[in-house]
């Protein structure tokens, strides 16, 4: 596939790689909604309300992902100038990609995401109107000068937004057709952990050594790298803790035990890092959060089915 077309699809080949965040992205989906019928007391069902609440859900993470692109094409090119590995390989460095690729693909999907929405009823659609109004207005104050310089209030106005695409809109959808009152309070509890958990990666990825630091603003960067694990520990213990308690009444012992058992030991290796930094460690702080997040994303929908037997 060749010309504008094709370069956005090598493009989000590259950023988003479907072949893993497409079945992790509907693995999270089901296990959230499916813990939402089984609270409400329901069969595990899901069935094409979850399904089309999956697929606008993730047509929102994709054009976030081209609004990002268009709010950081200036800022990449300056940290691949300055020769920064983490940024040289990016498309919009190496040309790959082009910024008016990115506003094309954006005019198409903004419309076609409107669209597809439409069967969701009235609260799906008024959840997407609001998840998307959100996003929209995200793509504008990305932009403020203090935002774009300051990673901590970027990370404070970016995260909430994933609540809204993700957790807000299975929430609404599912509450459109039962009733606020079928998801109850273990049902907001597990919304608002799982979507916590997207704290652990954000910010265990932008951590460094002071010897490792760049012109890339990290989290170490601004408050120190030792302050800055706080940041995932933090993210760790309250995600898992709501997770858990919003899942005890329909998932397995085992499902439990075994997040709780790898939230401890991740909390334990941000320890070991504190007190005996290296590289070495260093590089491990965001595969082991991915890891942790894959036991809790992916492992749900498995616990669910498994207690359902």
Known sequence: MSGRLGRLARYLNFTLRPAISVPTFAAQGAGLYGALELLAGEPLHLGWRFALTAAVSYGLMVLIRLYD????????????????????????????????DVAWGRRWLEPALWILALPLGWVGYGAFAVAFAVTWLSFKWFFWPAVQTNRLLALLTHLPVYFFVVSGLFGGTFAGSRGLEAIGWPGAALLVGLWL??????????????????????????????????????????ALSLSIWGAAAVTPPGWRVAVGGAGVGYLGFIALLALRPSRALRALLRPLAEGLLALLWVGLPLALWWGCR
């Open 69 to 100: 692109e268009l709010k950081d094409a200036d800022h990449d090119l300056a940290r691949a100038a300055e020769g920064d590995p983490e940024y040289l390989d990016r498309p919009i460095v190496t040309g790959a990609l082009r910024v008016e």
């Open 197 to 238: 958990a997207n704290g652990i990666w954000e910010t265990a990825r932008k951590i460094r050594l002071p010897e490792e630091e760049s012109g890339f603003q990290s989290y170490s960067s601004m408050i120190g790298w030792r302050p800055a694990l706080i940041l995932p520990a933090a993210f760790t213990v309250a």
